[in-house]
């Protein structure tokens, strides 16, 4: 493929690149403190303004949105079983068998998409530590069920919040909820530092075993809490952070176009869209939409990548199809799951390739209609 096709490509995602020189502006800070790493004065102040912005009351900036699943799972799954979601990205399940956890997936809402709250309870044995669940596409798990269940058999409660930048539930911050929080700012993520991650926590003593174990275990200088990883995120992936961030409801409003242009222009008749939860202010940060089989799916795939289009098929295969997990046949997600393709959405995406899209997704699903 030539670089100028490579160009015209409208990928399910393009990243959000802030101007070079506020970006410069934020390097020069580097070069002027003469540091890079060990949480330095740029990684201080994201963390501020990522306090400020989300209104959450912590948050610790880690170095990608995976090592704090990792972190949480080692203070709460004690090598236990963790309930969790099948339709996620792979790292959701990957880190509980990395932290020798053993996943129990339960399946997911027909609609929301989200871990089907009602079958959790059937899932829970005594040997149950915690509940690691998606707020997938940024739709919010029903927090408030999952919160009653894991009180009344005390369990812990990890959100994967990775799609999650700017969300609110019940007009709060979206990672309030749960004992741990997390996110990614990976570069396809909605507010990216190249690579990044954050963990959010209300309590303040579980805050503090947190950070202990994303540097190493250091209390101090020459003493360890305990064991201990290094996810600490440096000065240069703040620097993104920062130029980025100012950006940032700017980016949410040019996807807001998009999806409102998909909402309104996409015909319903043969597709789903996602239901978002009551009570949710979204994110607009991914476009999946449902078809009836995987047959149609597959044939509106190659029309589209026919076009130089290239949606993505998240979130399949579906976690419970890992080879290094327990088979589970689950019902709702192996039947939704071949069936989801993600739009392009991006900031940028022109109204004329939109136009393209939505036409050729139309015309096809007419066309090949049972
Ligand atoms: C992106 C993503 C992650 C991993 O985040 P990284 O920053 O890439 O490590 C975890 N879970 C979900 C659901 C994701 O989409």
New binding site residues.
């Given amino acids: 493929m030539t670089n100028k096709q490579a160009t015209n490509q409208l990928t399910v995602t393009k990243t959000f690149f802030p101007p070079i020189e506020e970006y410069q502006t934020q390097i020069q800070r580097i070069w002027d403190n003469q540091w890079l790493t060990n949480r330095g004065a740029l990684v201080l102040e994201l963390e501020e303004k990522l306090k400020k912005h989300l209104a959450v009351p912590n948050v610790l900036a880690m170095t990608?949105?995976?090592?704090p699943?990792q972190i949480a799972l080692k203070l709460f799954g004690k090598g236990g079983e963790v309930i969790t979601t099948p339709f996620?990205?792979?790292?959701?399940t990957s880190?509980i068998v990395w932290e020798n956890c053993t996943p129990v997936f339960v399946d997911i809402h027909p609609e929301y998409l989200t871990i089907d709250e009602t079958q959790i309870e059937a899932a829970i044995t005594p040997n149950t530590i915690a509940i690691l669940a998606?707020h997938?596409y940024g739709n919010p798990c029903n927090v408030e069920v999952i919160e009653q269940i894991a009180a009344k058999h005390r369990l812990k409660v990890i959100y994967?919040a990775?799609?999650c930048f700017g969300v609110t539930y019940n007009n709060q911050s979206i990672f309030n909820y749960g004992d741990v929080s997390?996110c990614?700012?990976?570069a396809?993520?909605l507010f990216h530092c190249g690579?990044?991650?954050a963990i959010f926590c209300q309590n303040e003593a579980t805050m503090k075993e947190l950070f202990f174990l994303h540097n190493f275990g250091h209390n101090g200088p020459l003493d360890f809490y305990g064991v201990g990883i290094n996810a600490k995120m440096s000065e240069l992936q703040a620097a993104m952070g920062l130029a980025v961030l100012p950006h940032i409801d700017f980016i949410i409003a040019e996807r807001k176009k998009v999806v409102d242009y998909y909402n309104t222009q996409l015909n319903f008749t043969q597709l789903k869209k996602l239901k978002i939860r009551e009570n949710t202010q979204w994110n607009y940060s991914y476009y999946p939409i449902i078809f009836e089989n995987e047959a149609q799916l597959l044939v509106v795939q190659q029309v589209l990548n026919d076009n130089n289009i290239i949606p993505r098929r998240?979130?399949y295969p579906s976690l419970n199809n890992l080879p290094y997990v327990t088979k589970a046949a689950m019902s709702v997600t192996d039947s939704i799951a071949p069936c989801v393709l993600c739009l392009p959405l991006y900031v940028g995406l022109a109204e004329s390739d939109l136009e393209r899209i939505v036409r050729l997704i139309n015309t096809v699903i007419t066309s090949v209609a049972k």
């Fill in positions: 990608n949105g995976t090592l699943i996620s990205y792979v790292a959701t880190s998606t997938v994967d990775a799609h997390t990614s700012f990976h396809t993520k690579e990044g991650g998240y979130f």
